[in-house]
């Protein structure tokens, strides 16, 4: 039996490429440095064997290939034991491109925010046309129990991220898709680890629009002049976009302003009305962008329209883990100021007066250099209290951001700090949101049993 072994296994995207890997009957093995759910919950319920920390010990001689994570770059022990014994390895979307993608129709679903919701929507949205497409999407979707599967239909539905593809391989990762359909969700400056701008950004999503066949597909965020400006370099496949104005071809029209109901049309003609458990204008706009999609493909729309009300979207996107007590507590993950003021925003239409308190972890690359940090307080505005996580690590002060909030707000150095204040604050009646990209040591849940506990 053919073997591989993924660095970086318990990530989003090489958890999928893993379970793909096992689909295809091929031996999987792994190594991990973080390892926490929901992926490695995925991972264990596949049966699939891996190691915390990356000792080149852990990659086995049955090993024909190493699949090479973009978190791992030259000094890691194990690149360098693979380098060193010239053993063949690969990145997770090159090994995508070869060993699945090969005689499918490819949907890629591209932008700053909303990837993973979008293209789990759909995914979710061909399902309910019967086409039982293929999937590798970057979190656990709540209507397949999965992140990743092979698909008996022609449709293959990728989230595509621009961030790059490996040490080696400084692309876009979805460079390597050369989709028939893609979709472009929105565009912001992220990434600041590997992106100078806002421009170096637009260059590699034009890369993308390269790539998409004339009698493909483009759908388009009728409302963010940076994908205009993509475009403006060149355009050579049919563009519909997607937006709340008249001059898109695919419109919402909010019934509730919380957007958990919205009226859709296409081409100025109504299809129908969606009802469903999302919040936000955001989560509408990632709705007109998968159903546009699904259109693209050949679904009819207004027959598969009914079925987002029962869509249960991600784990880990507005995931409500519990009430206790008169308190809601959230899992979400955020990233960037943008989708932080978007999610609180939806859940203060939905919640009215009541108090939003938000546990707030700036933890990915962009939010760790402090690219973000003049745009958090505002971000954060529609919060009546913030416990903010300052971890040791963070190359910036948090002071000033604590400062600015109009709220009340505390930095606190470390996790158990944190749920110590968190359960000082909340009362019967609020709303806890935890923000971060990462495992956040498991606070969510830890609250969750806190609340059912006696206050010391």
């Given at each position: 039996?053919?073997?591989?072994?993924?660095?970086?296994?318990?990530?989003?995207?090489?958890?999928?490429?893993?379970?793909?890997?096992?689909?295809?009957?091929?031996?999987?093995?792994g190594s991990d440095q973080s390892v926490y759910p929901p992926m490695s919950t995925q991972l264990e319920k596949l049966g699939i064997s891996l190691h915390q920390g990356?000792?080149?010990?852990?990659?086995?001689?049955?090993?024909?290939?190493?699949?090479?994570?973009?978190?791992?770059?030259?000094?890691?022990?194990?690149?360098?034991?693979?380098?060193?014994?010239?053993r063949p390895y690969t990145?997770?979307?090159?090994?995508?491109?070869?060993?699945?993608?090969?005689?499918?129709r490819v949907l890629a679903v591209a932008g700053t925010h909303g990837k993973t919701t979008t293209s789990t929507m759909l995914a979710f949205l061909l399902q309910a046309a019967g086409r039982e497409p293929g999937f590798l999407?970057?979190?656990?979707?709540?209507?397949?129990?999965?992140?990743?599967?092979?698909?008996?239909?022609?449709?293959?539905?990728?989230?595509?991220?621009?961030?790059?593809?490996?040490?080696?391989?400084?692309?876009?990762?979805?460079?390597?898709?050369?989709?028939?359909?893609?979709?472009?969700?929105?565009?912001?400056?992220?990434?600041a680890d590997i992106f100078p701008d806002l421009a170096a950004i637009q260059r590699q999503f034009h890369h993308l629009v390269r790539t998409v066949p004339g009698n493909g597909r483009l759908l388009v965020n009728g409302e963010d002049p940076r994908l205009d400006e993509v475009l403006a370099m060149g355009c050579w496949t049919p563009v519909e976009r997607f937006g709340f104005g008249e001059g898109n071809a695919w419109?919402?029209?909010?019934?509730?302003?919380?957007?958990?109901?919205?009226?859709?049309?296409?081409?100025?003609?109504?299809?129908?009305?969606?009802?469903?458990?999302?919040?936000?204008?955001?989560n509408v706009l990632n709705g007109l962008a998968a159903l546009a999609a699904a259109h693209a493909a050949g679904v009819d729309v207004a027959g598969v329209l009914p079925a987002l009300g029962r869509f249960r979207s991600?784990?880990?996107?507005?995931?409500?883990?519990?009430?206790?007590?008169?308190?809601?507590?959230?899992?979400?993950?955020?990233?960037?100021p943008t989708a932080i003021e978007t999610t609180l925003a939806g859940l203060r239409a939905r919640v009215g007066d009541a108090r939003i308190v938000v546990a707030m972890e700036p933890r990915s690359n962009s939010m760790r250099l402090g690219a973000h940090a003049a745009a958090l307080a505002p971000s954060l505005a529609q919060a009546d209290a913030v416990v903010f996580l300052h971890r040791p690590g963070l190359a910036w002060d948090a002071a000033a951001v604590v400062a600015a909030l109009d709220g009340e707000a505390v930095a606190v150095p470390d996790v158990d700090t944190l749920l110590v204040e968190l359960r000082a604050r909340v009362r019967a009646g609020d709303h806890?949101?935890?923000?971060?990209?990462?495992?956040?040591?498991?606070?969510?849940?830890?609250?969750v049993t806190a609340l059912g506990q006696p206050p010391r």
């Open positions: 039996m053919e073997r591989i072994h993924i660095l970086g296994i318990a990530g989003t995207f090489m958890g999928g490429v893993a379970a793909l890997a096992r689909e295809l009957g091929i031996g999987v093995e990356y000792d080149p010990a852990h990659v086995s001689d049955e090993c024909a290939t190493v699949v090479v994570g973009n978190a791992l770059s030259r000094g890691n022990p194990a690149v360098e034991r693979v380098l060193a014994d010239r990145s997770g979307a090159q090994w995508l491109a070869e060993r699945v993608l090969p005689g499918r999407i970057g979190g656990v979707a709540e209507d397949f129990g999965v992140s990743a599967r092979l698909g008996s239909g022609p449709d293959f539905v990728v989230e595509a991220d621009e961030y790059d593809t490996a040490f080696f391989d400084k692309r876009s990762k979805f460079v390597h898709y050369r989709p028939t359909i893609a979709i472009l969700n929105n565009l912001e400056f992220d990434h419109r919402a029209r909010l019934v509730e302003p919380d957007g958990s109901a919205f009226e859709v049309l296409h081409d100025g003609v109504p299809l129908g009305e969606v009802r469903w458990p999302l919040l936000g204008r955001h991600v784990k880990r996107r507005m995931e409500q883990l519990g009430e206790v007590g008169g308190v809601t507590v959230y899992d979400d993950f955020a990233h960037h806890v949101v935890f923000m971060s990209n990462g495992g956040f040591d498991a606070a969510p849940r830890r609250f």
